[in-house]
């Protein structure tokens, strides 16, 4: 089931990408960090105006953000211009494949099955998220690389005018097509995991030989091709007498980290991950003042079921089945699944409770080891 990245077999997407953004207009360049907030009503001169030339505060605006210089051209040719949407969601993540190259005990999946939509259902997929306003994109897995049409998809989302941002082990950036796509097509950001510092380490968490050897090829090639990566360090108990290393390591390469320490049960409320916790690195949460899952971003699985989140996957909504018009239940399922209930309800410590309810939920499935999300257990109190 696994195969080189295959790229679509599509034309070269718009230079830059005109889009609502959460009652805002953006003006952005897809594979750019920076954007341009416009009026309104520039964002409908360029919606009406496909055959016109490129307008002056364009080519400005272009200029200041990005350096760009913009061609002689119709409009069209050089800006996509995405039409507003009624359901409002900015952002997405996407499981494009739950499977893996690594098999680390501490991996919130579960069982990483090889099995998602067909290319048909993924395109369908991209539409609908395109439909309901999603200008953000995060392709994630399992291991989003190795998916036999992630290049494909991955063009797709360029071509639909989405910021597309890739998760991943970091295993197959070192590979021809991989880079090759990059460089077609720059990722808005390119999130890696960090397992080790040594060969030793590494292989032994991902429980994968030659791991250690493909990754830090991986990153050879990432800033050789100067590529937004930033870096996620990974503590477990196999690995935390090497956090400081894997640390340096980071800043060697130079690119930008952050250490997580704390697992999380499986999405199906197995306890399996917090066995593997190194007890001695972890640290309390922060207060959970809410979040907008489910009411401006969601979340899909490899099968097009979307969710409010990761965490939080039942109930669901089928997009493949319904289309975009199921997102219109989201928002109540998010309030539904947010209620402090099944043990959580008059709890005194409610406003200062640093666990959202669905992750609580986990928890509680896994056997209420309640010192690690919940102050009454004495953790983070």
């Given at each position: 089931?696994?195969?080189?990245?295959?790229?679509?077999?599509?034309?070269?997407?718009?230079?830059?990408?005109?889009?609502?953004?959460?009652?805002?207009?953006?003006?952005?360049?897809?594979?750019?960090?920076?954007?341009?907030?416009?009026?309104?009503?520039?964002?409908?001169?360029?919606?009406?105006?496909?055959?016109?030339?490129?307008?002056?505060w364009?080519a400005?605006?272009?200029?200041?953000?990005?350096?760009?210089?913009?061609?002689?051209?119709?409009?069209?040719?050089?800006?996509?211009?995405?039409?507003?949407?009624?359901y409002?969601?900015?952002?997405?993540?996407?499981e494009?494949?739950?499977?893996?190259?690594?098999?680390?005990?501490?991996?919130?999946?579960?069982?990483?099955?090889?099995?998602?939509?067909?290319?048909?259902?993924?395109?369908?997929?991209?539409?609908?998220?395109?439909d309901?306003?999603?200008?953000?994109?995060?392709?994630?897995?399992g291991?989003?690389?190795?998916?036999?049409?992630?290049?494909?998809?991955?063009?797709?989302?360029?071509?639909?005018?989405m910021?597309?941002?890739v998760?991943?082990?970091g295993?197959?950036?070192?590979?021809?097509?991989?880079?090759?796509l990059?460089?077609?097509?720059?990722?808005?950001?390119?999130?890696?995991?960090?397992?080790?510092?040594?060969?030793?380490?590494?292989?032994?968490?991902?429980?994968?030989?030659?791991?250690?050897?493909?990754?830090?090829?991986?990153?050879?090639?990432?800033?050789?091709?100067?590529?937004?990566?930033?870096?996620?360090?990974?503590?477990?108990d196999?690995?935390?007498?090497?956090?400081?290393?894997?640390?340096?390591?980071?800043?060697?390469?130079?690119?930008?980290?952050?250490?997580f320490?704390?697992?999380?049960?499986?999405?199906?409320?197995?306890?399996?991950?917090?066995?593997?916790?190194?007890?001695?690195?972890?640290?309390?949460?922060?207060?959970?003042?809410?979040?907008?899952?489910?009411?401006t971003?969601?979340?899909?699985?490899?099968?097009?079921?979307?969710?409010?989140?990761?965490?939080?996957?039942?109930?669901?909504?089928?997009?493949?089945?319904?289309?975009?018009?199921g997102?219109?239940?989201?928002?109540?399922?998010?309030?539904?699944?947010?209620?402090?209930?099944?043990?959580?309800?008059?709890?005194?410590?409610?406003?200062?409770?640093?666990?959202?309810r669905?992750?609580?939920?986990?928890?509680?499935?896994a056997?209420?080891?309640?010192?690690?999300?919940?102050?009454?257990?004495?953790?983070?109190?």
């Amino acid at each position: 089931m696994v195969s080189e990245a295959e790229p679509a077999p599509r034309s070269a997407p718009p230079r830059l990408v005109a889009s609502p953004f959460l009652g805002q207009y953006l003006l952005v360049q897809p594979g750019q960090a920076a954007g341009v907030r416009i009026p309104e009503a520039r964002y409908e001169e360029l919606l009406a105006g496909s055959d016109r030339p490129v307008p002056a505060w364009l080519a400005d605006a272009a200029a200041r953000a990005w350096s760009a210089e913009l061609p002689e051209a119709a409009l069209g040719d050089v800006v996509l211009v995405r039409e507003r949407s009624q359901y409002g969601y900015a952002k997405a993540s996407w499981e494009i494949n739950l499977g893996c190259d690594y098999d680390c005990e501490f991996c919130y999946l579960g069982e990483k099955r090889f099995e998602g939509l067909d290319w048909d259902g993924k395109r369908r997929l991209l539409e609908v998220m395109r439909d309901a306003g999603v200008l953000w994109l995060q392709i994630t897995g399992g291991e989003a690389l190795i998916d036999r049409e992630f290049g494909a998809a991955y063009e797709y989302a360029h071509q639909l005018g989405m910021m597309v941002q890739v998760s991943s082990n970091g295993s197959s950036l070192r590979k021809r097509p991989i880079r090759d796509l990059f460089a077609r097509h720059r990722p808005y950001r390119l999130t890696l995991s960090v397992y080790g510092a040594t060969a030793d380490t590494y292989d032994k968490v991902t429980r994968n030989r030659g791991a250690f050897d493909r990754f830090t090829q991986g990153l050879d090639a990432a800033r050789e091709d100067r590529l937004p990566v930033r870096l996620n360090v990974i503590v477990s108990d196999d690995n935390a007498h090497e956090v400081d290393a894997m640390v340096a390591m980071c800043e060697r390469y130079g690119f930008p980290h952050q250490v997580f320490t704390n697992m999380s049960p499986t999405i199906d409320g197995e306890a399996n991950p917090l066995a593997t916790q190194s007890q001695s690195h972890l640290t309390p949460r922060s207060v959970f003042t809410g979040c907008n899952a489910g009411h401006t971003f969601f979340h899909a699985n490899p099968h097009g079921i979307a969710s409010i989140c990761k965490v939080g996957r039942d109930p669901s909504v089928n997009l493949i089945a319904e289309g975009v018009e199921g997102l219109t239940r989201l928002g109540a399922i998010a309030e539904s699944l947010q209620l402090r209930t099944g043990g959580c309800s008059g709890c005194t410590k409610v406003g200062t409770c640093r666990t959202c309810r669905p992750l609580a939920k986990l928890y509680q499935e896994a056997g209420d080891q309640r010192e690690l999300y919940c102050q009454h257990g004495g953790y983070g109190s």
